[in-house]
């Protein structure tokens, strides 16, 4: 489909159209590029919101980022475990709507100023101090001396 080029008018409408296919056919690939890297973008922002959400990852604000640099690993530990252990304990018969919603809003509440290591650790001193106060104290048995005694013999 190539058309004869006889003079200089011709060249130059052939090379204006062959810059308009061209741009027309940039424009067409940059839309595929743009609809499969949203393709495979979309997961990520899935992920990343629910990330947010829960508060596992950081984000390039300064109040966030703060936040999740200053949780230790007890505050992300407790904010994976205690939503499974809610629902193995207290929510054992409810609806998958409840626990979603208990899971989410527990993930939300533990952060690194209420949930830490010092917190953890003070909870361990107050269980073993109470552990240790409701055993019994054994008292030990002291020799009791009189002094000599009294058959002894005394010279």
């Known amino acids: 489909m190539e058309t004869q ?3 200089l008018q011709d060249l130059k409408t052939r090379i204006a159209f062959l810059e308009l296919k061209q741009l027309n056919d940039e ?9 499969i890297k949203e393709t495979f973008t979309s997961p990520l922002k899935f992920l990343k919101r629910i990330g947010k ?3 596992i990852t950081s984000d390039s604000d300064a109040s966030s980022h ?3 640099k200053k949780a ?4 992300n530990f407790g904010r994976v475990f205690l939503p499974l252990f809610l629902n193995k304990t207290l929510l054992r018969n409810r609806g998958i709507f ?3 919603l208990v899971s989410i809003l527990s993930q939300r509440t533990v952060n690194s100023m209420s949930f830490n290591k010092n917190v953890l650790v003070n909870w361990i001193d107050k269980a073993t101090d109470f552990i240790n106060s409701t055993k019994k104290k054994v008292k030990p048995t002291k020799d009791i001396d009189y002094g000599i005694p ?3 013999e005394t010279y």
Request: net charge positive.
């Open 27 to 35: 424009l067409v690939i940059k839309q595929k590029f743009h609809s």
């Open 53 to 55: 959400m829960v508060g």
């Open 66 to 68: 703060s936040l999740s």
């Open 98 to 100: 409840v626990k979603s």
């Open 72 to 75: 230790d690993w007890v505050t």
């Open 5 to 7: 080029i006889q003079n």
């Open 150 to 152: 009294p058959e002894s």
